[in-house]
């Protein structure tokens, strides 16, 4: 597939990892926003090609991790409700909430649906119109804008028994929490190219010039992340601390502009809680009071209503790097894969998660 | 986290503003695809779609920059010091 | 290592102890396995069974006889390249295959949703008389039951095969010895994204169809050709992932494999991309790998090329001298490597 294989080719991977190795003369530790990234680095071993100096911190860029409780709980809740129609994407299911996640919901009964987009969702609505159906809209922003366009049409096409069940956080008020915090360690930062691809680069100069940290916008092919990792290495290395574009074939300055101005249209920026790292303010998108009749918590009753987290979970400390995993008091006995108590831990992706495993080999038929 | 993934318009359905789409080609599958947010996008442009939305053109110029870093890369490489083409074994039967 | 050999990549990891079965119960991961060995192995412990294998060898009067069962559940009921009762046939003939077994007869058992067209189940009845009849296995018993309307997916098919096993053939995942190559018979992928995409409403430039396919041909060219087979699985669900993970895991050997080794056709690979989905785990129904003694591994290639259904076949990996055993890790296209674990459960298409 063109603009996909020729980004994961072995010896110009070799290359860049040989370029990053002689221009990196300390440590240096760099977080890749994206989960998407951590992925691709997972998945091909990217990691693996950087010298021992480089340390690639995962940050919070997972919405399926970051989800809060309140919500994960809100979404079986809605779900259980007889004759609803809960449509989500396919990743949201395992998330485990205070009392079970989408896919137990499923087993006893409920109508739990795996679309690929909110459009399927509408579909579902139009093709059932006395049930209620309710898509959880969860993401960054780069999911924000199909979202709203589906309000839109749904309220254009006065579909009425249509609305979402919203959860949609944003990236750089994240990043500036990490940022922020007291022991930070994040030294550079790879941006999420498909975040910026819809947002532009434009609001992370504040960032960059308060902080000194380098931001390089990355992409999501192995050979995107090791020029990424390069450049900010060279920024780092050379005592600059800008934005810079490495993902250009899809991202421009001011991003997508048609895509923000449905996003503004239809959505309001609300502080929101983040699994395992608290409330962060500005954080979050919620419906414009215009379409407060596509909001499913209102709808179903549930507005206003928190979950209190484990005060136990640690992964906020984690993410930034303050902390090893094991050195969290609840690690690996009140909080493990199988019961975890927060974000880091929640998925396969996270620290914790990672720890767990590099520490305990799983036994033969374990789950 | 966005998973988005560039495919090739193959066709563009008759339809306007938020209605626009088209028929996207990754590899040969083939998928409707919302093309609202890509007004400039053409037939045998590439888009990177995510859940069913294409998010922008794909700027094919500027989508060969990373193949003239590595060119100049290898025209940094100390001598002798060249990145080999050592990679592991291939098996038979290829 | 680094500890990206300690990631998987299903995300999030779910809670193991669910009150309820789930759909992912049965999806060919970790759950499954979990379910198989806390419940079923547990309660019905025996020698046979102890060999985690797709089908049991048990000793006859002066031989010994293969024996395999396994139920069809599928939708939609007809996908391109195959419908439910081809699939019933010819898995069941390639789980005997996968014991070195020559599969002798079939038997079948249907449970029926009121309400289904008898023009539908004439549709599939003649799919598994021309199936059967192209394995060479004839169908001699059955079993037919009637549900209410509401409690079937329309038809469930569950058959089961008995098979001979000639004397001298012992193929089983404790025969795997370290040194060991695996061979994979063509691409992967194709069944379980033919399957997918009438689910998710894609198209295709030339159509997917589904591998599926009675694999008693190439495996007994290989067997009769006198290569050292030690172990044979064919990647069902869980994919070829699942399957070398299941041999290594019950031989209790490390497998190193070759990404860039393992064909996959650009329009499967395109669709995976787009939904998120590893081909590694996507399902198969005509594909299986060999571990073969590493000195017979060319021959038993040109052997595989001789058939119809071997002549994409590859060397795709071996066994390593364990370091830990058990586990299967991939040199990946970039030259890196990582470990290939299990999914939990069904692969679910992904945002993130």
């Not at chain 1, 091909?44 to 340390?55: A, H, S, W, Y």
């Not at chain 1, 205070?98 to 579909?123: E, I, K």
């Not at chain 1, 999501?220 to 290495?233: A, K, N, R, S, W």
């Not at chain 1, 800008?242 to 997508?256: A, C, K, T």
Request: proline residues 7%.
């Amino acid at each position: 597939m063109r603009f996909i294989h020729e980004y994961r080719d072995a010896r110009a991977a070799r290359r860049l990892a040989a370029a990053i190795a002689r221009t990196t003369t300390c440590p240096w530790t760099i977080m890749e926003v994206c989960g998407g990234q951590t992925h691709t680095i997972v998945k091909f071993g990217v990691d693996e090609l950087l010298p021992p100096q480089i340390t690639l911190v995962h940050g919070p860029g997972c919405p399926v991790c970051v989800t809060p409780l309140e919500l994960i709980d809100k979404a079986v809740e809605i779900a259980s409700i007889p004759g609803v129609i809960f449509c989500s994407f396919g990743d949201m299911l395992r998330v485990p909430g205070t009392h079970g996640d989408l896919l137990a919901a499923r087993a006893r009964g409920a109508d739990v649906r795996v679309v690929y987009s909110p459009l399927d969702a509408l579909a579902v609505a139009r093709a059932h119109p006395r049930r209620q159906v309710v898509f959880f809209a969860v993401g960054f922003e780069t999911t924000a804008p199909a979202n709203a366009l589906a309000v839109v049409q749904a309220q254009r096409q006065g579909v009425r028994n249509f609305s979402l069940l919203v959860a949609h956080v944003l990236v750089p008020p994240a990043m500036e929490a990490i940022l922020a915090s007291p022991g930070n360690r994040v030294q550079g930062f790879l941006a999420a190219g498909h975040v910026c691809t819809v947002m532009g680069y434009e609001e992370y100069r504040p960032l960059a010039a308060r902080y000194g940290v380098p931001i390089v916008v990355t992409g999501f092919e192995p050979l995107d992340i090791l020029q990424g990792v390069y450049m900010c290495v060279r920024q780092l290395e050379e005592g600059r601390a800008e934005v810079e574009n490495q993902y250009v074939r899809s991202v421009r300055p001011q991003g997508n502009r048609a895509a923000r101005e449905l996003i503004a249209q239809v959505f309001c920026v609300v502080p929101r809680r983040w699994r395992g790292i608290g409330e962060i303010p500005k954080s979050g998108l919620g419906l414009q009071p215009a379409y407060a009749d596509f909001d499913a918590e209102r709808r179903f009753g549930l507005a206003g209503r928190g979950v209190e987290e484990s005060t136990e979970c640690r992964s906020g400390l984690v993410l930034q790097g303050v902390l090893k995993p094991p050195q969290c008091p609840a690690f690996g006995t009140r909080c493990t894969p199988e019961h975890p108590l927060g974000a880091t831990m929640v998925s396969s992706e996270g620290a914790c998660a990672a720890y767990y495993r590099y520490r305990r080999v799983p036994a033969q038929g374990a789950l | 986290m966005c998973l988005a993934v560039p495919g090739k318009i193959v066709s563009i359905t008759p339809g306007e503003g938020l209605e626009r789409s088209g028929r996207v080609s990754f590899g040969g599958v083939i998928k409707e695809v919302n093309l609202a947010f890509v007004p400039e996008a053409q037939v045998g442009d590439y888009v990177m779609v995510h859940v069913g939305f294409a998010l922008s053109r794909v700027d094919e110029r500027e989508a060969e920059q990373i193949f003239a870093y590595l060119a100049e890369l290898e025209a940094q490489e100390p001598a002798g010091d060249a990145v080999s083409a050592e990679l592991p074994p291939r098996y038979s039967g290829e | 290592m680094r500890d990206a050999e300690d990631f998987v990549l299903s995300c999030p990891i779910p809670i193991s102890e669910y009150p309820q079965v789930l759909l992912a119960h049965g999806g060919g991961g970790k759950l499954m396995h979990g379910l198989i060995e806390k419940m079923f192995l547990a309660a019905f412990r025996n020698p046979p069974l102890e060999v985690r294998h797709d089908g049991a060898v048990l000793q006859a009067d002066g031989g010994r006889i293969a024996l395999s069962t396994d139920s069809y559940v599928v939708r939609p009921l007809f996908f391109p390249g195959g419908d439910i009762g081809t699939l019933a046939v010819n898995g069941t003939v390639n789980d005997l295959a996968m014991c070195g077994a020559r599969p002798l007869a079939l038997g079948a058992a249907f449970i029926l949703e009121e309400g289904l067209p008898m023009e539908t189940l004439w549709r599939v009845v003649r799919s598994m008389q021309d199936a059967a009849a192209a394995a060479g296995v004839p169908i001699v018993t059955g079993d037919t039951k009637v549900v209410d309307r509401g409690k079937g997916d329309g038809l469930f098919v569950t058959t089961a095969g008995l098979g001979i096993v000639p004397p001298g053939r012992d193929i089983r995942p404790q025969r795997v010895r370290s040194g060991d190559v695996l061979l994979l018979n063509g691409d992967v992928g194709r069944h379980g994204m033919a399957v997918m995409a009438v689910r998710e409403g894609l198209s295709f430039e030339s159509e997917i169809t589904s591998d599926c396919a009675p694999l008693v041909q190439p495996v007994m060219a290989l067997l009769e050709g006198g290569v050292q087979v030690h172990c044979l699985r064919d990647l069902t669900r869980g994919g070829l992932a699942g399957a070398v993970i299941e041999i290594a895991r019950a031989a209790g050997v490390h497998v190193e494999l070759e990404e860039r080794a393992i064909p996959v056709r650009p329009d499967v690979q395109g669709a995976c991309e787009m939904l998120g989905l590893d081909p590694l785990y996507v399902a198969n129904e005509g594909r299986f790998v060999a571990f073969v003694a590493p000195q017979d591994a060319q021959r038993a290639l040109e052997i595989l090329w001789g058939t119809a259904l071997g002549a994409e076949a590859r060397i795709i990996g071996r066994v390593e001298a364990a370091r830990k055993g058990g586990l299967v890790t991939m040199t990946t296209t970039i030259g890196a490597s990582r470990v290939v674990d299990m999914l939990s459960g069904e692969q679910l298409p992904r945002i993130c």
